[in-house]
């Protein structure tokens, strides 16, 4: 279910100035009027549409991306533009580990999108309702107009790199695919998927060799055999996080 409103006209007026004064040393009077050929726009909000594209459908446990975007539809730049994705009333999902929330600029030309590709951890198989999952914000101006679409699974549960759990009593074996252009990899657990991630990865992991196939493999220790977690893969490529793998 997601929600879509539009863009609100921008307001226009042309600028006018009027002078009346004495032209000396002739005596005469002069009254001047003027007026700009063009109106002047005042943008404020209006200058920026929030974008929201997000899969088409979303998989328990499998990674969802959401591309949120502020597009500057103005002919000015606009400045100290932010986007932040919220904790407080997101539904059926969680962020995946090391998920940065808040994405800024200081200047978005005219044209100019400012984006970033979120990825989520749905706790249901269906659609997403993203309503209230974002936060957007220019020079004080809040409640922007939107515009959102769907696309097909960016990572479609059918090609996800595959990962399993296995418990070895009181130690939990993790091995999974690796994932093209990753420099590294940190395990995250939580204690259950409605849980948010914490911010630190899991205590207790060692890195084991590979397996012959290339998998990659670690041990998560001193776990107590009465405790539920479920672990993600988390992946560093070009920088940023990319969880790839299922929640296991």
Do not use: C
């Given at each position: 279910?997601?929600?879509?409103?539009?863009r609100?006209?921008?307001?226009?007026?042309?600028?006018?100035?009027?002078?009346?004064?004495?032209?000396e040393?002739?005596?005469?009077?002069?009254?001047?009027?003027?007026?700009?050929?063009?109106?002047?726009?005042?943008?404020?909000?209006?200058?920026?549409?929030?974008?929201?594209?997000?899969?088409?459908?979303?998989?328990?446990?499998?990674?969802?991306?959401?591309?949120?975007?502020?597009?500057?539809?103005?002919?000015?730049?606009?400045?100290?533009?932010?986007?932040?994705?919220?904790?407080?009333?997101?539904?059926?999902?969680?962020?995946?580990?090391?998920?940065?929330?808040?994405?800024?600029?200081?200047t978005?030309?005219?044209?100019?999108?400012?984006?970033?590709?979120?990825?989520?951890?749905?706790?249901?198989?269906?659609?997403?309702?993203?309503?209230?999952?974002?936060?957007?914000?220019?020079?004080?101006?809040?409640?922007?107009?939107?515009?959102?679409?769907?696309?097909?699974?960016?990572?479609?549960?059918?090609?996800?790199?595959?990962?399993?759990?296995?418990?070895?009593?009181?130690?939990?074996?993790?091995?999974?695919?690796?994932?093209?252009?990753?420099?590294?990899?940190?395990?995250?657990?939580?204690?259950?998927?409605?849980?948010?991630?914490?911010?630190?990865?899991?205590?207790?992991?060692?890195?084991?060799?590979n397996?012959?196939?290339?998998?990659?493999?670690?041990?998560?220790?001193?776990?107590?055999a009465?405790?539920?977690?479920?672990?993600?893969?988390?992946?560093?490529?070009?920088?940023?996080?990319?969880?790839?793998?299922?929640?296991?």
């Amino acid at each position: 279910m997601l929600g879509q409103s539009h863009r609100r006209p921008t307001i226009g007026h042309p600028l006018t100035a009027s002078y009346a004064g004495i032209l000396e040393p002739f005596g005469a009077a002069i009254n001047l009027d003027a007026k700009t050929q063009t109106d002047l726009h005042v943008w404020g909000s209006s200058a920026l549409q929030l974008t929201v594209d997000a899969d088409d459908a979303a998989t328990a446990g499998y990674p969802y991306h959401v591309i949120v975007g502020l597009k500057n539809v103005a002919d000015v730049p606009v400045y100290n533009a932010t986007i932040e994705l919220l904790k407080e009333g997101k539904r059926n999902y969680i962020y995946q580990p090391r998920q940065p929330l808040t994405i800024s600029a200081d200047t978005i030309e005219p044209g100019q999108t400012l984006k970033r590709d979120y990825i989520l951890v749905p706790t249901i198989t269906g659609q997403l309702d993203l309503s209230d999952s974002f936060a957007s914000e220019s020079a004080g101006a809040t409640q922007l107009p939107s515009t959102i679409t769907s696309h097909p699974p960016i990572d479609p549960p059918a090609s996800a790199p595959a990962i399993t759990a296995t418990n070895l009593n009181g130690k939990v074996g993790l091995r999974w695919q690796p994932v093209p252009g990753a420099t590294s990899y940190a395990v995250y657990s939580t204690s259950d998927p409605s849980i948010d991630f914490p911010d630190t990865p899991a205590p207790n992991v060692d890195t084991l060799p590979n397996d012959d196939d290339g998998s990659m493999r670690a041990v998560v220790r001193n776990v107590s055999a009465d405790t539920k977690n479920y672990y993600a893969i988390s992946p560093i490529i070009d920088g940023e996080p990319l969880m790839s793998h299922p929640l296991v």
